[in-house]
């Protein structure tokens, strides 16, 4: 069973900074989209960021500028670097391989990120 193995997270204050971890099994981590998605209670999942194998990226409009997503393939890891954070970040992150039409699609169990102060 392929298992998405998260870290990170935590609290922050409006304007600071946290890191998100996520790391894959090599037999996905070089061919599937990999990205970050999250969900405010109450709300639906969205996507946050995602990176191709090729390292192309694509970001929600809500986090353009502030969050950036990066890939290391030699670690078959995925981060999220969250910069001048927001109390509307607040949510559990989920990491996610998404396998597109063909493969199966893999989630991580989530990470809560809270942004108070």
């Known amino acids: 069973q392929v298992q998405l193995v998260e870290s990170g997270g935590g609290l922050a204050q409006p304007g600071g900074s946290l890191r998100l971890s996520c790391a894959a099994p090599?037999?996905?981590?070089?061919?599937?989209?990999l990205g970050w998605y999250r969900q405010a209670p109450g709300k639906q999942r969205e996507l946050v960021a995602t990176i191709t194998s090729g390292g192309s990226t694509n970001y929600a409009d809500s986090v353009k500028g502030r969050f950036t997503i990066s890939r290391n393939n030699a670690k078959n890891t995925v981060r999220l670097q969250m910069s001048s954070l927001k109390p509307e970040d607040t949510a559990v992150y989920y990491c996610k391989a998404d396998g597109g039409p063909v493969d199966p699609d893999y989630w991580g169990q989530g990470t809560q990120v809270t942004v108070s102060s």
């Open positions: 090599g037999s996905i981590f070089s061919h599937y989209v």
